[in-house]
């Protein structure tokens, strides 16, 4: 191989590389409007709401979820069972389609906050890390809200 082509290798390995770093930044998922309830006196489970919504050309998936205001923090479903609402975890997480926007909201996909570690009060906010199968980690903050 001559100089001269092995130069025009690296720059195609460069460019590809460049081109990849683009194309992942492009797909990350655009996660809105994080909140959880507050907490009454004594409690010490809370629930986050928050809108995912996938990239265009891509889907991808909220396997879990994390902050430091709590020990466990898993991803529910409430769903009505007659007359009973039932909260069942979802091990497999939160699909989002390809282009499509997943609202987590009070009575049905929802983040559950369990064995929190201080009291959440309405106006402050808590930083949630939320874990994607491909975006991968994204921080948001989330306001804290009255229930
Ligand atoms: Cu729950």
Redesign the pocket.
């Known amino acids: 191989m001559s100089n001269e082509s092995k130069v025009m290798r690296q720059l195609q390995i460069i460019v590809g590389v460049l081109a990849m770093a683009a194309g992942s930044a492009a797909l990350a998922v655009d996660v809105s409007s994080a909140w959880v309830r507050a907490t009454p006196p004594g409690s010490s489970v809370s ?1 986050g709401f928050l809108t995912i919504s996938a990239d265009p050309e891509q889907p991808d998936r909220l396997l879990g979820a994390k902050t430091v205001v709590a020990s466990v923090t ?1 991803i ?3 769903r009505m069972d007659g007359e009973m609402m039932r ?1 069942r ?1 979802l091990a497999d997480g939160v699909a989002v389609a390809a282009g499509e926007t997943v609202i987590l909201k009070p009575g049905g996909i ?1 983040l ?1 906050l369990l064995q929190l570690q201080q009291p959440l009060v309405a106006g402050e906010g808590i930083e949630l890390e939320l874990q994607f199968e491909r975006a991968g980690t994204v921080r948001v903050e989330a306001e804290v809200r009255a229930p």
């Open positions: 629930a898993e529910h479903e409430s909260m975890r929802h559950m």
